[in-house]
């Protein structure tokens, strides 16, 4: 089945810790995203990548850090410079050409901070 | 400045009562508009595209309607099961890579 896979669903970090949150997807799709997501609030984009080896900031990108070394996969590191990462995370892919402009979502990754 | 707005931001309704949700948005030029369910601790699950005013789109008992300035998602006949949250985003011809979101709409359908 092809899909978008996060993992861990669940996740603890202690005050002054780096976190490495995973995303994997088999859908062939080129470009990627991470999105945070707070009660109330709609989704805000952290990182996005349209291919290989290269990506960009998001409206709230500072604290956090991503990769893209391989189509498949887009881990994003939430550093201790992110004051409050207590938050839902979503990892979401896209192919790139219309009309298939829509996005999938993975099934997402709670961060609490201890 | 690009802008999503839904509502209502919760909605009770009795089995079988139909209703409508609403998604108004301003956009310098209009790439698309999607449509996702998302159940509680869960990432959205895709619903419908829509990309010009006047198009329509159905799932079951859901059908969404675009407008030049606002998008209509109509849940017919509702049955508990289609209890979520229901968001809106946008797509601005602007930039290839960013999606606007709203606040959502929570749903809960009683049996």
């Known amino acids: 089945d092809g899909g978008i896979t996060q993992s861990p669903k669940y996740l603890f970090r202690k005050e002054g810790q780096n976190v490495t949150l995973s995303c994997e997807q088999n859908?062939?799709?080129?470009?990627m995203y991470w999105y945070r997501q707070d009660p109330g609030q709609g989704l805000r984009l952290i990182y996005y990548?349209?291919?290989?080896?290269?990506?960009q900031k998001g409206d709230i990108a500072e604290g956090y850090s991503v990769s893209r070394e391989k189509k498949e996969s887009f881990p994003l590191t939430v550093t201790s410079a992110q004051k409050n990462p207590t938050a839902f995370y979503l990892c979401a892919s896209r192919y790139e050409g219309r009309p298939y402009n829509e996005q999938f979502f993975g099934p997402g990754t709670r961060l609490t901070v201890l | 400045e690009d802008q999503v707005t839904q509502s209502p931001e919760a909605l009770r309704l009795q089995e079988g009562e139909s209703s409508s949700l609403n998604c108004s948005y301003t956009?310098?030029?209009?790439?698309?508009l999607f449509w996702y369910r998302q159940d509680p601790g869960k990432g959205p699950e895709f619903l419908f595209t829509?990309?010009?005013a006047g198009e329509e789109k159905e799932k079951e008992r859901l059908k969404a309607t675009l407008t030049k300035k606002e998008s209509f998602l109509h849940i017919t006949a509702p049955k508990p099961e289609d209890s979520a949250t229901y968001l809106c985003a946008v797509q601005s011809t602007s930039g290839t890579y960013k999606y606007i979101f709203g606040t959502g709409t929570r749903l809960k359908v009683l049996a």
């Open positions: 956009v310098s030029g209009l790439r698309g």
């Open positions: 859908l062939n799709h080129d470009a």
């Open positions: 990548s349209q291919i290989v080896n290269d990506f």
């Open positions: 829509l990309y010009s």
